[in-house]
């Protein structure tokens, strides 16, 4: 186990698993974590593949690092910005709703977070957003938590209903590690460990929050100020599990989710194989220049004096006890074209196998990759799998949207009640929306109405919609008159 002490990094410690353990959860995490490391270490481009030692022909070691353009990273990265963005839409039954979550996601940032908590959650697997409450203010937000630090505690095949999540926090300037359980049902029983286990539930169907910290020892810690137990009064889930629309055949039966690029290893190797190999190639096929041992002044002492060049940069050499032909060179051929060739069957192929289709991160005629925007629309590979993906961050965006609402509401705030919830995703990276939008527009008074038409590309509902049309046709009449 990595020790509390490292601050670059946070792995669940013993001493939070053990506590579970006594409570009598089963914890799947232990099963899946050394799949996690390692797609943590792909996305790091860490391990054995990029630093490791070498022999030269005398048997001498020397350590070798390989160049790397984090192709795991960046397939994550991809995902993130095709999937969720600033102009994804939360939509509810009711405008009113709708406009008081879309100032809520505005004033928290949600949705900039929210991208980068994809990113992550496609590359490991797994992640999660979660509420976390501030009484004293009476606020409520909305947290974000990778594969490292999700413990689901209750699940099936319809999902994960309770969870728990481990981070770390600082009191008084010494590191603790604070575990939160989002527990269904209780009652008005208080939470004990005492008995070795959690206490009988009742029927109430409401989500509480238990809070529980350890100092870096693993002694519970009571930091002022923090409830061991709160009622959010939520009947939705105050919490939202997210994975890729990716099988995990890792593991049978796991909550977790499986990296995007899981079953593309080999991919990721060849593109950094091919891009080692392609720098490898520049860098040795610099031009050698060798002079006349003529040449070169002597030291008084008889010997020649030095070439005033670094060990990387020595291009010039002594020819020793040579008269002929004083100044050579020499230029090896470059294999640029072959090695560029390899190098764009590897991306096409980390391309294919991580669901963008084989063209994605194919060259253009500059040797830059193509990005998501000059990527045609017409690439039915990549639209099956955003469509696949969307499902079921469509899920996870709406319960979280539900039960902050609840929440805020249990805390005073005039929420209006928002009925069913839709997510409207943004495609224009990938399709011509702008197109889309024209070809409806004439299709207004023919086969849509124009409340119809700002329903879907202004994420109205029916009444605002109606009424909006009427005020603009009213105003074009006021103003012809």
Not at 136 to 158: F, Q, S
Not at 191 to 199: E, I, K, S
Not at 273 to 294: C, G, H, P, Q
């Amino acid at each position: 186990m990595r020790a509390i002490e490292e601050m670059d990094e946070y792995w669940v410690p013993e001493h939070v698993r053990a506590y579970l353990c006594r409570l009598g959860f089963r914890l799947p995490l232990d099963d899946m974590e050394a799949h996690i490391r390692s797609w943590d270490d792909w996305m790091g481009a860490r391990g054995k593949f990029y630093d490791y030692q070498d022999t030269d022909g005398v048997g001498r070691a020397y350590a070798v690092h390989r160049r790397s353009i984090h192709p795991a990273m960046r397939v994550c990265k991809e995902w993130g910005s095709l999937l969720l963005n600033e102009k994804v839409k939360v939509v509810c039954e009711k405008q009113q709703a709708t406009d008081w979550l879309s100032d809520y996601f505005s004033r928290t940032g949600f949705m900039t977070q929210a991208q980068a908590s994809i990113v992550r959650a496609f590359g490991l697997g797994t992640g999660a957003f979660a509420l976390w409450v501030n009484l004293g203010k009476r606020t409520v937000r909305i947290r974000h938590y990778d594969a490292r630090m999700v413990i689901p505690l209750t699940w099936d095949e319809d999902g994960v209903t309770e969870c728990a999540f481990v981070t770390r926090a600082f009191y008084r300037g010494k590191a603790i590690d604070q575990l939160q359980m989002h527990l269904k049902g209780g009652g008005d029983m208080p939470f004990t460990a005492d008995a070795g286990g959690l206490l009988p539930m009742e029927s109430d169907e409401t989500y509480r929050i238990v809070t529980v910290c350890f100092d870096n020892e693993g002694n519970q810690v009571a930091p002022p100020g923090v409830m061991p137990v709160y009622d959010t009064g939520s009947t939705f889930p105050t919490f939202a599990i997210v994975k890729p629309a990716v099988t995990n055949t890792r593991v049978d039966m796991s909550p977790y989710g499986q990296s995007v690029f899981a079953d593309a290893i080999d991919a990721v190797q060849a593109v950094d194989l091919t891009f080692d190999a392609l720098i490898n190639e520049v860098d040795v096929s610099k031009m050698r220049v060798f002079l006349s041992d003529v040449l070169f002044d002597k030291e008084t002492n008889g010997s020649s004096v030095s070439i005033p060049f670094g060990k990387q940069d020595c291009t010039v050499f002594r020819k020793v006890m040579s008269t002929d032909d004083m100044i050579q060179e020499f230029a090896p051929a470059l294999r640029t074209g072959a090695q560029s060739e390899a190098f764009r069957i590897a991306l096409q192929m980390l391309g294919d196998l991580t669901g963008f289709g084989i063209t994605y991160f194919d060259f253009d005629n500059t040797g830059y990759v193509k990005t998501a925007t000059e990527v045609s629309s017409d690439n039915s590979a990549l639209m099956r799998n955003i469509r696949r993906h969307e499902n079921l961050l469509e899920g996870m965006l709406a319960g979280i949207s539900h039960s902050v609402m609840a929440v805020s509401r249990s805390l005073g705030e005039d929420v209006t009640d928002e009925g069913e919830i839709s997510v409207a995703f943004d495609d224009s990276i990938v399709q011509d929306v702008a197109a889309e939008k024209a070809q409806d527009m004439r299709e207004v008074g023919v086969t849509m109405q124009p409340w119809e038409y700002r329903m879907r590309w202004y994420g109205e509902d029916e009444p605002t919609a109606r009424s909006r049309v009427e005020e603009l046709v009213g105003g074009k009449a006021r103003t012809r008159s």
